[in-house]
């Protein structure tokens, strides 16, 4: 275990991988949210942020590999093209900003994602596809979290398989460059790959189990239960981040 983690929150953490990979599997977000919430209830941000995109890393290529071929790859290309200069312009405001401050953007981010409107983008050509990409990257490398921002841009798609596989390979690739970007910067994953592997395995297994629900769940039950328990996590944060 990293130091300074107890047997028991990193234990908690490993079934959270399987629960939350198992949400977004089957509803397409959410799970995310949920996991950073409860890292930065065990790590500070500059920690829990790239920890965290290790760990989804793994369960949306987990995703990915599942539902390839459902992938819009075209789309997919000109998105993580435009996804390499954000995670580096964004790891850069991640480690100037003070870790208070970080922490309260996070906070804040959650109550949105719980409770904001959904965001509604279109882009056009691969240009506008690419600049979309790097945005949403920036964004993710300073909240921890841009699945819901990059599910906008994919509102185009009819069919909920490409979303969530489209998703799935975009997460892949922005969560990889957010490794890649924090290590650039100085920070070091080797204490955390044991605990980040174990809970790859696990995020692993509750995405084949999701996979099989997703055309089985009905969703409105859960997105209430899903906002409340992330505005009380995220006001927990808050709250830590003020006082």
């Known amino acids: 275990l990293p130091s300074g983690v107890e047997l028991l929150p990193a234990a908690l953490l490993v079934g959270l991988s399987f629960i939350t990979s198992l949400i977004t599997a089957t ?14 209830l065990v790590f500070p941000p500059l920690v829990a942020v790239p920890v965290h995109g290790l760990v989804q890393f793994g369960s949306n290529a ?43 953007i996070i906070a804040l981010f959650l109550l949105w994602s719980a409770w904001g409107p959904s965001p509604k983008a279109s882009v056009r050509g691969p240009l506008a596809t690419a600049a979309a990409g790097g945005g949403t990257a920036a964004l993710g490398m300073i909240t921890g ?3 819901p ?5 994919l509102r185009f798609l009819d069919d909920r398989r490409q979303i969530i596989a489209t998703h799935a390979v975009l997460m892949t690739a922005q969560n990889a460059l957010k490794a890649v970007a924090f290590t650039a910067f100085g920070f070091a994953f080797a204490d955390y790959l ?11 297994l509750g995405t084949t189990v999701g996979s099989r629900l997703l055309v089985r769940v009905p969703e409105k039950t859960f997105r209430w239960g899903f906002r ?13 981040a003020i006082f």
Do not use: C, D, K
């Open 62 to 104: 987990g995703r990915a590999l599942l539902m390839r071929a459902h992938a819009q790859w075209r789309f997919a290309g000109y998105f993580m093209l435009g996804s390499i200069p954000g995670a580096f312009a964004g790891a850069s405001v991640a480690n100037w900003l003070p870790q208070a401050a970080l922490t309260t």
């Open 145 to 147: 979290i841009a699945g």
């Open 149 to 153: 921002l990059v599910l906008a841009f």
């Open 194 to 204: 044991p605990l980040v592997g174990t809970m790859i395995v696990t995020g692993f």
């Open 27 to 40: 509803f397409g977000v959410g799970g995310g949210s949920l996991m950073i919430a409860a890292m930065l």
């Open 228 to 240: 409340l328990v992330l505005t009380l996590v995220a006001l927990g944060i808050l709250r830590e």
